[in-house]
């Protein structure tokens, strides 16, 4: 039900694909820049009119778009926490963001769902407690629902692989 691959989120054929936005829902660097620049216009556009709705997203919370080119029918896009010394909740708003794209998921009954290692680029979150939240997030929700029967964690780089690996086999 959970597996752990190296490789390319945007080239991950599930129903649903993360991305690790930014409030703005505009598009930036790291995995957002992949997806929106893979995904093509109608990522964007679709982030745009989200925007004009709700003024972007919230740290924690998920809103849902068109995958529009990728072999996925739809992008999660949550926005996880910078990491400020873990002062400032930061873990509790990364398990959020989890919970709520997890959430999101099962309400457009997304079978298959892949995460990226969110928070832990530019945001600086650590990559070990951050996989820990992650993982221990995503069994917590898969439990306790009957829709969503696959969550695969894609980590881009051997680094956040070789930490995943070890708390999944916990």
């Known amino acids: 039900m959970i597996e752990l691959i190296k490789g390319d989120i945007t080239k991950i054929a599930v129903d649903a694909i993360v991305n690790a936005a930014n409030s703005s829902l505009l598009g930036g660097g790291g995995v957002d820049g992949a997806i929106h620049r893979d995904g093509g216009p109608a990522i964007l556009e679709d982030c745009r009119k989200i925007r004009a709705r709700q003024g972007g997203c919230k740290t924690g919370e998920a809103v849902i778009t068109t995958a529009g ?20 909740g930061e873990k509790e708003l990364l398990r959020q963001a989890y919970y709520n794209s997890l959430k999101l998921a099962a309400k457009n009954n997304v ?48 680094e956040n692989h070789a930490v995943y690996q070890p708390i999944l086999e916990e």
């Open 111 to 158: 079978l298959s769902i892949s995460f990226p290692n969110i928070s832990t680029g530019i945001y600086g979150f650590p990559k070990g407690q951050a996989a820990s939240i992650a993982i221990q997030t995503v069994r917590e929700f898969i439990t306790k629902q009957a829709i969503i029967q696959r969550v695969i964690f894609v980590c881009f780089d051997e």
């Open 69 to 88: 080119n990728l072999p996925a029918q739809y992008v999660i896009h949550t926005v996880g926490p910078v990491w400020q010394n873990g002062q400032q």
